[in-house]
């Protein structure tokens, strides 16, 4: 097959100045030669077409058999949904999910509302877009502040699980001017925390062996990855900048999989996965997180439809501890949508 792998490539002038975690969720050449050689791996024949405002000319030009869509999107609460969008639009299959799918997942309070909607427990939340807004009595403390259309951990920092209105509406304040866009205000689930990865669709979904996260801290939340394949380009902007040591140093958190948990959990997390898969309508591949309640019950945090898929991230290494190469991982993904498309 002929396959073109869109994506959006990160630069290090892009850390040149503002927030440290902006364009974290772009990827690195790393990961883009990582997918090309899997890809080739698995028998095909890859264009790498950088998704910037030309990949509509680029993918007409290319005319490739199907489309491996990595990109995060340039601009927009909908950005994640604008490569699939001109797929659909070109008449081009692609691996994963559609548009719709991955503007609502990239909307964390919309996904909560869907997943409520399914019966699937998430923390109750409330969408602020001004630190003045009034607060919803009904939540509890502590409560956490992110970004409401954000990944890779973009706007979280020690200061983002709050235990009163003053030290909310500064996060408030904070992030809104910072980022420029709303935040979703959500329960703090005092718990652990699982990251499971789920491919296929087809028929029923595949759950890859299930991941904790552990963290050093109490009240601890996933930061920055400490061995991102970013952080060589952020070293050489901001080497000298004491911010950037402070972020590096925050991470305090690790992965341990297969979690150490008995079979009935282990049941719980991956019905839940699956249910959560189906529900925001994702295809071939997703990672998303979930936290155990002091209750037992599991709350789903978000869906991950584009997730990171560096070889040293945490969805290739749970396909490995499943026995899957990170080839055979890639193939997996791709075999699922050609499958899908009727090309295989
Ligand atoms: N309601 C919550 N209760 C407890 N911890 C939370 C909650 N929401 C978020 N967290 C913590 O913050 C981390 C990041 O939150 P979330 O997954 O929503 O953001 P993200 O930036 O989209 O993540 P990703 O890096 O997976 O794209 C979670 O992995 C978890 O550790
Ligand atoms: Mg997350």
Not at 2 to 28: K, Q, W
Not at 223 to 247: K, M, N, S, W, Y
């Amino acid at each position: 097959m002929r396959v073109a792998l869109t994506y959006n490539l990160i630069r290090s002038y892009m850390f040149r100045t503002g927030p440290l975690d902006r364009f974290a969720e772009y990827d690195s050449q790393e990961t883009i030669a990582a997918l090309v050689a899997a890809i080739e791996a698995g028998g095909h024949e890859i264009t790498p077409l950088e998704a910037d405002e030309c990949i509509a000319e680029k993918l007409k030009a290319a005319r490739p058999d199907i489309v491996f869509n990595i990109a995060e999107g340039l601009r927009g609460e909908s950005r994640e949904s604008h490569v699939p969008a001109i797929c659909e639009m070109l008449g081009l299959p692609y691996t994963g999910s559609g548009p719709l799918t991955l503007a609502l997942c990239l909307n964390k309070a919309r996904t909560k509302e869907i997943l409520t909607l399914y019966g699937i427990p998430t923390a109750p939340f409330q969408v602020f877009r001004s630190p003045h807004d009034a607060l919803d009595s009904r939540l509890r403390w502590p409560l956490i502040v992110k970004l409401l259309h954000e990944g890779s951990s973009m706007g979280l920092s020690e200061h983002s699980v709050v235990d009163d209105e003053a030290a909310l509406r500064e996060q408030v304040a904070y992030l809104t001017q910072t980022y420029g866009e709303p935040c979703i205000v959500e329960e703090y689930i005092v718990g652990r925390e699982f990251t499971v990865g789920v491919l296929g669709g087809n028929g029923t979904p595949r759950v890859l062996p299930i991941i904790e996260v552990r963290f050093k801290k109490a009240r601890g939340i996933v930061l920055f990855e400490p061995d991102a394949p970013v952080i060589p380009l952020i070293l050489q902007e901001r080497g000298t900048d004491p911010e950037v040591e402070h972020v590096l140093h925050a991470a305090n958190h690790h992965a341990i999989c297969p979690a150490d948990i008995d079979d009935e959990l282990a049941q719980r997390i991956q019905d839940t996965a699956i249910r959560a898969f189906g529900a925001l309508g994702c295809r071939d591949w997703c990672r998303m997180e979930m936290r155990q309640g002091s209750d037992n019950q599991l709350y789903v945090l978000e869906l991950n439809p584009i997730a990171g898929i560096d070889p040293t991230y945490w969805l290739p290494r749970a396909a490995r501890v499943a026995g899957l190469s990170y080839a055979e991982f890639v193939n997996e993904i791709l075999g699922y949508a050609l499958v899908r498309t009727g090309l295989a």
